[in-house]
C-alpha cells in the first residue's frame, strides 16, 4: 500500500471534545450511583434498638403485631413528645407525686 491516505476519521480537537464530554457523563452516573447507594442504604434505626432493649423480642413482636397494643404504643409515645416538647416535665412528675401519695395513703 504505497499511498499515503489519511485514515483519521476526527480531528484531533473534535476527539478531545469528546472525550472530554464522555468523561464528564461518566463522572456524572457515577455520582449519581454513589448518591444511589447511600440512599438506599439498610440501617436499623436507633429507636427501634431502644424499643427491643426496653421491651424485649417477645413484647416488640407483640406490639408489632396486634393493632391494639401497637396503637397504644404509638399514642403513649405521642403523649411522651408532647409532655417533654412543651417541657411539661416538671407539672407531670408532680402531678403524679401527688396521685401516688393519695393511692398509698388509702
Keep these: 500500500?504505497?499511498?499515503?491516505?489519511?485514515?483519521t476519521f476526527i480531528k484531533a480537537d473534535e476527539f478531545e471534545e469528546i472525550k472530554t464530554k464522555f468523561e464528564q457523563t461518566i463522572?456524572?452516573?457515577?455520582?449519581?450511583?454513589?448518591?444511589?447507594?447511600?440512599?438506599?442504604?439498610?440501617?436499623?434505626?436507633?429507636?427501634?434498638?431502644?424499643?427491643?432493649?426496653?421491651f424485649g423480642w417477645n413484647e416488640m413482636t407483640l406490639i408489632l403485631y396486634n393493632p391494639l397494643y401497637f396503637f397504644l404504643c404509638a399514642v403513649c409515645c405521642m403523649i411522651v413528645y408532647v409532655i417533654f416538647r412543651?417541657?411539661?416535665?416538671?407539672?407531670?412528675?408532680?402531678?403524679l407525686k401527688e396521685v401516688l401519695k393519695k393511692v398509698q395513703s388509702r
Excluded: C, F, H, Y
Excluded at 412543651?86 to 402531678?95: A, D, E, K, R
Design 1 to 7: 500500500m504505497g499511498d499515503d491516505v489519511d485514515k
Design 27 to 54: 463522572i456524572g452516573a457515577l455520582r449519581e450511583v454513589e448518591n444511589q447507594i447511600e440512599r438506599t442504604k439498610k440501617e436499623v434505626p436507633v429507636w427501634l434498638i431502644v424499643l427491643l432493649v426496653a
Design 86 to 95: 412543651l417541657q411539661l416535665v416538671g407539672p407531670v412528675t408532680s402531678i
